[in-house]
């Protein structure tokens, strides 16, 4: 059965997995005692980093297997970036600790194949490692891909072998890139640099030029979505920070007493869900953190694991039906979607946005009313009429909001006279008013 298919049958059935046995929660595939580095999943492949022993790969359409082909490199590997390369082909780019034995801090493999040094245009002198690659596939060659090696970002241009600086970092280090093939030219740099320790920028021009739209931290990773890709999530040492309005406001939607220091954060487009991970961040803790909000980072619920070592990649992919991958450093490599696995049943205390239902005018009506509602927090919300039996007629608002005072008008249609609800909610906070319909 699709996963898709499933997932939608279980929250109709209101049934959700409740084990806290990782091998029924997460599918297993494999990897244990790998020493894992890195993880990331384009195109249909999954590639998985590691210390000394190269790089495991498998097609995602086969992943039911826990048997991986593996590409050797005798080097400590920080990123990997599996991509389309060519008209049928495809590749696998990965960065790598620098070697006073070996030098190269970028090399290549193409269908598998023995990986090839393609660092021509890196500063090795100046450049100690390659955190993080990701780019755009193109038909006919490489595509164009960005390459973060702590002090600068690097570009390869399609059709060249050799890299090009155009970012330096000053005073600090860039520790995330981040593309998305949806949206062409939209490439966004995430670290800490100058004396404010923070930043993030984006390019909607492959690189060209930038916009500095940093929320308050350090970020270490980025995922976006919406018009433009004007809304953004960003993991920022130590907290989530959101954006609608393409940063030019931010709102801090994971603010937790535990002290959790989030590094990974990735979307899951279809379902509007955000996973994180972390550790929590006590002196004597290291214990890995894995989160999930239902409702784009409103109210959040922490994911039962029964592993303890550091989880180092965290991805969404589509294909198939909406599976979030997880890599361990030592148990392995796992798949999961988050409604099939066990929770907290109580929502993690974090800081809730505020609004107000004002109510509706005129109160009773025939046929139309004006709905009234204020915001103060940016928030995902949902306003929805009620009958008197607790079952929903409509949903009239299901989106982010910024602040501000709304108005939105209500037409009762064919509705029998009688007690209506508005109710106005966002996550497990929710205010409801009585309307009254007379025809």
Known sequence: MNIRFLIQFLMASGFFLTTNNYSQQFEYLGLAGKNI?????????????????????QNESTVDSTEWDNIPLNRTILSVYPH????????????????????????????????????????YEHSFSVRDIDGFPDPTICGETYAVTGDALYRRNYSDTTWTKIREAYEG?????????EY????????????AGRLLEKSTDFGETWNNISPAGAVTDIDFTGDSAGVIFAAAYPDVFRTTDNGANWEKIFVNDEQ??????????????????????????????????????????????????????????????EWIYLATRDSGVFRFHPLMVSTDETPLPISTAKFKLIGNYPNPFNPETLI??????TVHLELSIFDVLGRRIINLVNSVVAPGEYEVNFEAGSLASGIYYCKLSSGSFSETKKMMLLR
Do not use: Q
């Open 37 to 57: 580095t890195s993880l990331s999943v384009n195109y249909n492949l999954i590639a998985v980093g590691t210390d000394s022993s190269g790089v495991y790969w």
């Open 260 to 321: 959790y220091i989030i590094n990974r954060i990735v979307y899951d487009e279809y379902n509007h869900f955000l996973v994180v991970t972390g550790f929590e961040g006590h002196w004597d803790s290291n214990k890995p953190v894995l989160l999930f909000s239902p409702d784009w980072g409103d109210i959040w619920y922490e994911i039962n694991l029964d592993f303890d070592d550091e989880i180092v990649g965290l991805e969404y992919s589509g294909y198939g039906g």
């Open 184 to 195: 062409p030219g939209v490439v966004m740099l995430g670290g800490a640099t100058g004396f």
């Open 372 to 377: 009234k509602y204020s915001v103060s927090e």
């Open 173 to 181: 280090s860039f520790l995330t890139v981040k593309t998305n093939i």
């Open 84 to 123: 389309k390369s060519g008209p049928i082909g495809w590749a696998i780019t990965a960065g790598v600790e620098k070697s006073l034995s070996d030098s190269g801090l970028i090399f290549c493999s193409y269908l598998g194949g023995e990986f090839v040094s393609n660092s021509s245009g890196i500063d």
